[in-house]
Every structure is written in structure tokens, then in C-alpha cells.
């Protein structure tokens, strides 16, 4: 017997293991490509590396701006994780590592082999399911030279979120909105990347592909280097993680859990935290039944979900327009998967209050009321 048998080896499976062999806990380590290095773009606030080194960051990002109706500076420090380097700050010293790709019954016959077992496999262990009805986010990146990309970004350092509609060119949109992500990735290579925040099913990779084609040439990037670029990328993050709970007796931590944020997606700075908080648990004995337990918190983060699934263009601008112009500390309840009930409580109320009356009631009506119906081949 083992004490720690960890399934996976994404951010919230390595940190786990190395934080629990650090701790003098005996770990298993079972991942189906336990030796390769993530291939997703991760960026964090750069107040929540905690104790890794510097060597973990890639690039960093002084001042990212949000951009909707007018420009807001966050006036906060963001960092992208050079990968290889953040997974040779946890290592896995120690640790018996095996190389399987398990189903949820074999995760669970672990528990023949460890005291505690974690399901670390993330939100889709066998990959993506067709037609997934569940609320996703979705997006479609390139990366290109820096130079090339400065007609996108229009003089910011980086857009974490561009909510400007040049995705179309109806003046009046009416679809689902999606924004563009714009983050240096240093080595002079920018990341341009398409980004539905949350639908119900997650919208389709080629109509993001279309619409930052689109948005990216209206804005005066070359067509050459929209269509040959030096790198794609594809994400889709299930907003609600797994669709079913683990097997009684066995932890899920990351999205294969409830560990990713209901609202933003961002699950990498919490599952850091978290790691170091479950270790010291286990290695002390007092090892909890459940990982990310639910808390009146994420009641205000299912609201806002839904929120986001209901909304339409111009509501959804109205949103991210008035979350633009909350005080920096506000912004950090809302993003933060940490938060408290009475600090996200807040930031929500002073959102709700900033926005037009029209738009109140829009939020409104998409947070209580009824759900928009997608039209098949609408937007």
C-alpha cells in the first residue's frame, strides 16, 4: 500500500504528487503520457504563483486591458507558464509513476493499492464527447510574430478579453458574442485567440476559426499570416467539469471535480492552492471527504453561469463593461475562484448597478427566467 495514488498529470494531478511526496507521503502516479509536457496555453495572475519560481513564467504582462464599449486597464500583473519549466518546479522525486489511461472503475480499484485516491484526469478522461449538450467554453487560437499581431491588439500590451464585435459584420449582432484573448507568449510570438466564454453546447471550432479570421483582418493583420501561422491552438473547458461525481471514496481535484471556475473557466491557480492544502491534509491524517466542497460562493457563480448562457450580444457587453469599470478588488472577487459569498456578493451588485436600466432587466430575465433558444446555424 501506498498512501497517495494520484490519477493524472495535468496541473492539478502533478501538484498534488509533488506536494505530497515533498511532504514524505509515499505517491502513485498514474498518467497515460506521464513524461510529456502540457501543450495548453496557461496564463495566472501573476499575485497567484505562490511559491513558484520565476523560472515557471514564460512571459508577463504588466497591464492587460478589458476592452468593450471603452478601454479598461486592469492595472494587474498576468503571467503565461512556460509548461516544461512548471513541471520541473513539481517534481514528481519519489514518486512511482506508471502509465496507464484508466477508466472510472479502475480508478476506483486503486483504492486496493493507496489509503487515498485522487482523480486528477480533468473534466473528459476519454477526450471530447460528440454533441456534448453540457455548457463549454470553446476557442480557436493562432500564434504569430509579434509584429504581425499589432494591428490586433491596437496599442494595449495584451487584451484579456476584446469584447468588440468585429467578429461580424452586422452592425447589429444579435448571436452568442465571444471575445478575443491577445497575450504575448515572449520569444516575440503572440497568442490570438478566439474565445466563446460559455454556451450550451459549446460553440463549434470552425465558427470561432471564421470569426477571428474575420475580426483579425478587419483589423488589418495579413491574410498570410491569419492563414499560415506559427501555431494553433484549441481549447474546450466543460464549465461545470465532470457531468457525474467520483466513486464514493475516491477525491476529484481540478475539473475533474469542482475545482474550475463556474465563470471564467480558469481552474490552474486554484488547483496550485489547492494541492499544497490537501497534501498538509493527508499528511496530517485529516484527509477530507470531499475536494472544493460547494459553498454560497459558487451559488453566485452558478448565477452567473447562466447568466452568460442566456444573455445576448448586446447584454453581454453590458456585463463585461461594467465588471471593466469595478474597482480592482472587485474584479478579484469576480475572477477568483477563492472567493467569498460576501466579496463576490458585492462585485456582482456594483455590476448589476453599473449597467443601463435595459440592460438590468436583460440580466435579469436570462438569470431567473427562461434560456435563449440557439437556432440551428445561428450564431
Not at 460528440?130 to 499581431?149: F, L, M, N, R, S
Not at 471535480?257 to 499528511?283: E, K, M, N, P, Q
Not at 471527504?289 to 448586446?314: H, I, K, N, P
Given at each position: 500500500m501506498?498512501?497517495?495514488?494520484?490519477?493524472?498529470?495535468?496541473?492539478?494531478?502533478?501538484?498534488l504528487?509533488?506536494?505530497?511526496a515533498?511532504?514524505?507521503l509515499?505517491?502513485?502516479?498514474?498518467?497515460?503520457?506521464?513524461s510529456?509536457?502540457?501543450?495548453p496555453t496557461?496564463g495566472?495572475w501573476a499575485?497567484?504563483?505562490?511559491?513558484?519560481?520565476?523560472?515557471v513564467?514564460?512571459?508577463r504582462?504588466?497591464?492587460?486591458?478589458?476592452r468593450?464599449?471603452?478601454h479598461h486597464?486592469?492595472?494587474r500583473?498576468?503571467?503565461v507558464?512556460?509548461?516544461?519549466?512548471?513541471q520541473?518546479?513539481l517534481?514528481?522525486?519519489g514518486v512511482e509513476?506508471?502509465?496507464?489511461?484508466?477508466t472510472?472503475?479502475?480508478?476506483n480499484?486503486?483504492?486496493d493499492?493507496?489509503?487515498?485516491?485522487?482523480d486528477?484526469?480533468?473534466?473528459?478522461?476519454?477526450?471530447?464527447?460528440?454533441d456534448d449538450p453540457?455548457p463549454?467554453q470553446?476557442a480557436?487560437?493562432?500564434v504569430?510574430?509579434?509584429?504581425e499581431?499589432?494591428?490586433?491588439l491596437q496599442?494595449?500590451?495584451a487584451l484579456?478579453?476584446?469584447?468588440?464585435?468585429?467578429?461580424?459584420t452586422d452592425?447589429?449582432p444579435?448571436?452568442?458574442?465571444?471575445?478575443?484573448?491577445?497575450?504575448?507568449l515572449?520569444?516575440d510570438?503572440?497568442?490570438?485567440?478566439?474565445t466563446?466564454l460559455?454556451?450550451?453546447?459549446?460553440?463549434a471550432?470552425p465558427?470561432?476559426?471564421a470569426?477571428l479570421?474575420q475580426?483579425?483582418?478587419?483589423?488589418?493583420?495579413?491574410?498570410a499570416v491569419?492563414?499560415?501561422p506559427?501555431?494553433?491552438e484549441?481549447?474546450?473547458i466543460p464549465?461545470?467539469?465532470?457531468?457525474?461525481p467520483?466513486?464514493?471514496?475516491?477525491?476529484?481535484?481540478g475539473t475533474?471535480g469542482?475545482?474550475?471556475?463556474?465563470?471564467?473557466g480558469?481552474?490552474v491557480?486554484?488547483?496550485?492552492a489547492?494541492?499544497?492544502r490537501l497534501?498538509r491534509a493527508i499528511?496530517?491524517?485529516?484527509?477530507p471527504?470531499e475536494v472544493?466542497v460547494?459553498?454560497?460562493?459558487?451559488?453566485?457563480r452558478?448565477?452567473?453561469?447562466r447568466?452568460?448562457?442566456?444573455?445576448?450580444?448586446?447584454g453581454?457587453?453590458?456585463?463585461f463593461e461594467?465588471?471593466?469599470r469595478?474597482p480592482r478588488d472587485?474584479q478579484?472577487?469576480?475572477l477568483?475562484?477563492?472567493?467569498?459569498a460576501a466579496?463576490?456578493?458585492r462585485?456582482?451588485?456594483?455590476?448589476f448597478a453599473?449597467?443601463?436600466?435595459?440592460?438590468?432587466a436583460?440580466l435579469v430575465?436570462?438569470?431567473?427566467?427562461s434560456?435563449r433558444v440557439r437556432l440551428?446555424?445561428r450564431?
Amino acid at each position: 500500500m501506498v498512501d497517495v495514488a494520484v490519477v493524472g498529470l495535468g496541473p492539478a494531478g502533478r501538484s498534488l504528487a509533488s506536494r505530497c511526496a515533498a511532504r514524505g507521503l509515499s505517491v502513485l502516479a498514474v498518467d497515460p503520457r506521464p513524461s510529456a509536457v502540457w501543450t495548453p496555453t496557461y496564463g495566472i495572475w501573476a499575485d497567484e504563483l505562490g511559491d513558484l519560481p520565476e523560472t515557471v513564467v514564460r512571459a508577463r504582462i504588466t497591464n492587460p486591458e478589458i476592452r468593450v464599449h471603452g478601454h479598461h486597464p486592469l492595472n494587474r500583473e498576468y503571467v503565461v507558464l512556460d509548461n516544461a519549466a512548471a513541471q520541473a518546479a513539481l517534481p514528481l522525486d519519489g514518486v512511482e509513476v506508471r502509465q496507464g489511461r484508466l477508466t472510472d472503475d479502475q480508478v476506483n480499484a486503486l483504492r486496493d493499492e493507496a489509503d487515498v485516491v485522487v482523480d486528477a484526469r480533468g473534466a473528459r478522461p476519454d477526450g471530447p464527447e460528440p454533441d456534448d449538450p453540457a455548457p463549454a467554453q470553446t476557442a480557436y487560437g493562432i500564434v504569430v510574430p509579434a509584429a504581425e499581431a499589432a494591428p490586433a491588439l491596437q496599442g494595449a500590451e495584451a487584451l484579456l478579453m476584446d469584447w468588440r464585435t468585429d467578429w461580424t459584420t452586422d452592425p447589429l449582432p444579435s448571436g452568442i458574442p465571444t471575445f478575443l484573448y491577445a497575450i504575448p507568449l515572449g520569444s516575440d510570438e503572440v497568442l490570438l485567440e478566439e474565445t466563446c466564454l460559455a454556451a450550451a453546447p459549446g460553440m463549434a471550432i470552425p465558427e470561432l476559426r471564421a470569426r477571428l479570421r474575420q475580426r483579425l483582418l478587419a483589423r488589418g493583420v495579413a491574410q498570410a499570416v491569419v492563414d499560415e501561422p506559427l501555431d494553433r491552438e484549441i481549447v474546450r473547458i466543460p464549465m461545470r467539469g465532470r457531468d457525474h461525481p467520483p466513486h464514493e471514496g475516491v477525491l476529484a481535484v481540478g475539473t475533474a471535480g469542482r475545482g474550475g471556475h463556474l465563470v471564467t473557466g480558469y481552474s490552474v491557480a486554484h488547483s496550485l492552492a489547492r494541492a499544497d492544502r490537501l497534501a498538509r491534509a493527508i499528511a496530517e491524517g485529516s484527509t477530507p471527504e470531499e475536494v472544493d466542497v460547494a459553498v454560497t460562493a459558487d451559488l453566485f457563480r452558478e448565477a452567473g453561469l447562466r447568466a452568460l448562457l442566456r444573455l445576448d450580444t448586446a447584454g453581454t457587453l453590458a456585463l463585461f463593461e461594467a465588471f471593466g469599470r469595478l474597482p480592482r478588488d472587485r474584479q478579484r472577487d469576480v475572477l477568483s475562484r477563492d472567493s467569498g459569498a460576501a466579496g463576490l456578493g458585492r462585485a456582482m451588485w456594483q455590476m448589476f448597478a453599473g449597467m443601463p436600466h435595459g440592460a438590468r432587466a436583460e440580466l435579469v430575465r436570462a438569470t431567473v427566467g427562461s434560456p435563449r433558444v440557439r437556432l440551428p446555424g445561428r450564431g
